[in-house]
């Protein structure tokens, strides 16, 4: 499973968009350590969360969790928590193949699938595509609405399909991840 987070924007200030990046990737490393993941850097671009396949069947509701537990402590670690939520797009998928890691950095064209569905993502949404969605276990435990970009149909290929945007989790669960939320914002994980 694959999580790719994309500024939202090209920031004009590089060093902004470097600090951006930086956050997003020390917040991205603490919930891929959770949930038994890795976290590099997309080549100066953005985030990618990798959580090989570990033969559990819930692993994709596990990436999806943490996608949306990212976009969490993201929010909550900002002065200013709108810009914060909405600072990046979000993508989930499936991917079968080894995504190929290079001193903390993963090079673009490796998961390039997962890529077009967070630039399909509006700023703060995360697209889950078809692979990831067909791969749930129980998928009532995502909120799901249809993905209203005007793009995606002339963009979609046959393996980076979106299904669509998730717009939450169930209660149970949004509540396991309100205090991971907690647990990782004051560091104690």
Same mark, same amino acid.
């Given at each position: 499973?694959?999580?790719?987070?994309?500024?939202?924007?090209?920031?004009?200030?590089?060093?902004?968009?470097?600090?951006?990046?930086?956050?997003?990737?020390?917040?991205?490393?603490?919930?891929?350590?959770?949930?038994?993941?890795?976290?590099?850097?997309?080549?100066?671009?953005?985030?990618?969360?990798?959580?090989?396949?570990?033969?559990?069947?819930?692993?994709?509701?596990?990436?999806?969790?943490? #996608?949306?537990?990212?976009?969490? $402590? @993201? /929010? !909550?670690? %900002?002065?200013?928590? +709108?810009?914060?939520?909405?600072?990046?797009? =979000?993508?989930?998928?499936?991917?079968?193949?080894?995504?190929?890691?290079?001193?903390?950095?993963?090079?673009?064209? #490796?998961?390039?699938?997962?890529? $077009? @569905? /967070? !630039?399909? %993502?509006?700023?703060? +949404?995360?697209?889950?595509?078809?692979?990831? =969605?067909?791969?749930?276990?129980?998928?009532?435990?995502?909120?799901?609405?249809?993905?209203?970009?005007?793009?995606?149909?002339?963009?979609?290929?046959?393996?980076?399909?979106?299904?669509?945007?998730?717009?939450?989790?169930?209660?149970?669960?949004?509540?396991?991840?309100?205090?991971?939320?907690?647990?990782?914002?004051?560091?104690?994980?």
């Amino acid at each position: 499973m694959v999580v790719a987070d994309l500024p939202r924007q090209v920031e004009s200030d590089a060093s902004a968009r470097e600090s951006l990046l930086e956050g997003g990737l020390a917040v991205g490393r603490k919930v891929a350590n959770l949930y038994a993941g890795h976290a590099a850097a997309l080549s100066g671009a953005g985030v990618v969360l990798v959580f090989p396949s570990s033969g559990f069947n819930d692993r994709c509701f596990e990436a999806i969790c943490a #996608a949306w537990l990212v976009r969490s $402590l @993201l /929010a !909550s670690a %900002a002065g200013n928590a +709108d810009e914060a939520t909405h600072a990046f797009r =979000y993508g989930v998928d499936y991917s079968a193949r080894r995504i190929p890691m290079d001193d903390g950095t993963i090079k673009p064209s #490796a998961v390039s699938d997962v890529l $077009l @569905l /967070a !630039s399909l %993502a509006s700023a703060g +949404d995360l697209v889950i595509g078809q692979t990831a =969605y067909e791969a749930l276990d129980r998928p009532h435990r995502v909120d799901l609405v249809e993905l209203e970009n005007p793009a995606t149909e002339a963009l979609s290929s046959a393996v980076a399909l979106p299904r669509g945007k998730v717009r939450g989790i169930a209660d149970e669960y949004d509540a396991l991840l309100t205090r991971q939320s907690e647990v990782l914002a004051k560091g104690t994980a």
